[in-house]
C-alpha cells in the first residue's frame, strides 16, 4: 500500500506560461533570483499574465545560489508585510526552493530550521497561500517536489527540508523559459534529472508509479541530452527536458533517492560544485556499489542498448564525457589537501543524510569514504 503524491495541476509544454491567466486569488508575491528572468523578459510576461487574471504582484529578487537561511527570513519577513495568497517560485532551483522555505515561515513564522529538516515536520500548509512552482532550468524537479533545499554557510552544509507540503498546488513546465541556460548549466541540470531518474528506479522503496516515471525521465534524457547541449536553440527538445525533470521529479518525490544524494549535497554544500555535475562524477561508482544489492540497473542498461549493470555504469561515464562534464572531483579543482581535511566530516554527514536511508545497498562509513575518494580520484570501485 503507498501514496503517490504530484501537484494538483501541471501545464506543460511551449506557451504554457499562459495559464497564469487561469489562476485565482487576489495578491502573488514573485520569488526570483539574480534577475535572469527580469533580463529575458519572462518575469514582465508573468506579471502581465498575473494582470488579466486580475491579480496583483509584488517581487523578491536576490535569491543567490544554494539559497541561506538569512534569505529565507528576509524573503518571508516580505511576505507577512505583502500578505499574498499566492507564492510564485520563478527560476531556478534555488529560487523556487527559497520560496518554498519563505512559504513555511510565512505560515509559521515560529519555524526553526533545525526542527523543520527532521522529515515530514512541515506543519500544514495553504493557511495563508497557495504555491505556484515555474522553472526556468531543466534539472531539480523542484516544481513537482516536496523538497527545498536551505544551505548553512556557517556548518557548510545542505539542509533538505521534506515534506508532502511542499508541493507545489501548480507547475508549469513551459521549456521557453528554459531557453537561455547556457551549455554548462544545461549539462549539469540533465546529469541531476538523469541522477533522479536512476536514484528513485533504484530506491528501496520504488513502486510501479515511480518505476514508469523514472525509466521513462531516463530513457528521454539519454536521447536528447546530448542533442540539446549541441543543439540550444531547439526549443522542441528543450521541452523535453523539461519534461523529463518534472517526470524525474514525481518519480522521486513519491521514492526518494540514495547515496549520490547523500554525498553531494555534503561536497555542493562544502565546495560550492554544481550538484550535477557532483552528482555525474558519483553516479558510476554509487551504480557499481549498488549493483552487488539489487539487479534494476539492468533494466536500465536494457534502455540504452547494453545488458549489464557495469555497462550502464559506463554509458552514464560516456554521457557525462558526451556534455563535457569533468569526470573527478580532482579534475574540479578541489585541492587534495583540503578534500584530506574535509572527508572524514562530509562522509560522516553523508551517512547522516535521509536518502541514505532508501539507498538499495546499506553501507558502513569506512565504504562512504572508499567510494568518496574513488570519485575524488577517479577511479572505479571493486567492492
Ligand atoms: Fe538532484
Redesign the pocket.
Known sequence: MAQFIVPKTMHHGLGSLEKLTELKGNKAVIVIGGGSVQKNGYLAKVQNYLKEAGIENVVFSGVEADPSIETVLKGAAFFQEENPDIIIGLGGCSAIDAAKAMWIYYEYPDSKLEELVALFAVKELRKKAIFVAIPSTSG?GTEITGLSVITDREKGTKYPIVSYELTPDVAIIDANLSASMPKGLTANTGL?VL??GVEAYVSNIAENFSDSLAKGAIDLVFKNLPTVFEDPDNLKVRQVMHDASSMAGMAFNNVWLGIV?SISHQIGGTFAIP?GCA?AILMPNVIRFNSKATDKYEDLAALVGKSTSEEFAQAVYDLRASVEVVASFKEYGISSKEWDEKLEGMALNAMKDPCTLFNPRKLDLKEMKAIMQACYDGVAIDF
Open positions: 531539480t541531476d541522477s533522479h544524494h550538484h552528482n
